[in-house]
């Protein structure tokens, strides 16, 4: 079994862009489990914007659904299959719901040395420009280190 991080476009825009004469749609990050045969895992997800449900049922694909159903995943669920200082980690850095996602499948699948990207920073200079930032690598189910990472483009 695998996994893949993948933008979901909803239809609504941010409160700023509204004035604009063609706003750009409101994105946001989704983590799917992809299973033996490469389909995604079908799931719901709520847009952070405008906590609209939608229906991930392809890479990058959703459709809108009417949901009033308490059916969600959220942080708080994942609370309970986290070990606490990871759970702390994550809360503490205000990550979104992908990421404690991603955590929980590099947990149950012991992906030792995975990691994954807690802040990132883009920097400009008058040579190049990079991203830099923390991420919390998983050395063991017990073992966590927060390590500094950089990537030029």
């Not at 709520?46 to 308490?70: A, D, L």
Request: proline residues 2%; negative net charge; glycine residues 2%.
């Amino acid at each position: 079994m695998n996994a893949q991080k993948h933008e979901i476009v909803c239809t609504c825009v941010l409160s700023q862009q509204h004035l604009l004469k063609n706003p750009v749609c409101y994105s946001f990050i989704v983590f799917s489990i992809i299973d033996d045969n490469g389909n995604i895992v079908e799931k719901n997800v709520q847009c952070p914007n405008c906590r609209t449900v939608h229906r991930v049922y392809e890479f990058c694909k959703s459709e809108i659904i009417n949901s009033e159903t308490g059916i969600l995943i959220n942080e708080d669920d994942l609370k309970h299959f986290l070990p606490d200082k990871v759970f702390n980690i994550l809360e503490d850095y205000k990550c979104e719901l992908y990421i404690y996602e991603e955590a929980k499948f590099i947990l149950d699948n012991k992906l030792w040395k995975r990691s994954i990207v807690l802040t990132t920073e883009y920097v400009k200079t008058d040579r190049e420009i990079y991203a830099e930032g923390k991420k919390l690598v998983f050395n063991s189910f017990d073992n966590y280190s927060i390590e500094y990472w950089h990537s030029s483009f």
